[in-house]
Nanobody
């Protein structure tokens, strides 16, 4: 079955770092764009980063720009989110996703199950 399985979340002190991983199975990740979302309690889900299937285009939310880095390893079928200089406001459930356009206006999406990141002293 088509799945994205996340790992790497946990508790970290402010200023610390974490790397989230998201492993794909059941499809060829090489064909998909990838991204990361997060959702804090009581707030809407926020898109924080994405990278195109070709790797030629990347985007970051202003809140994480300069601190987070998205990457992919197509051989391992895994995507990563490196998070540095973490702040308490980064506390949220983080979700990975993969997408591919089937037409110019439609696409298929796959979502990870979410992993909790808590930034606290």
């Amino acid at each position: 079955q088509l799945q994205l399985v996340e790992s790497g979340g946990g508790l970290v002190q402010p200023g610390g770092s974490l790397r989230l991983s998201c492993a794909a199975s059941g499809f060829t990740l090489n064909d998909y764009g990838i991204g990361w979302f997060r959702q804090a309690p009581g707030k809407e889900r926020e898109a924080i980063s994405c990278i195109s299937s070709s790797g030629g285009s990347t985007n970051y939310a202003d809140s994480v720009k300069g601190r987070f880095t998205i990457s992919r390893d197509n051989v391992k079928k895994t995507m990563y989110l490196q998070m540095n200089r973490l702040k308490p406001e980064d506390t949220a459930v983080y979700y990975c996703y993969a997408y591919v356009y089937t037409t110019t206006t439609t696409w298929n999406e796959y979502w990870g199950q979410g992993t909790q990141v808590t930034v606290s002293s």
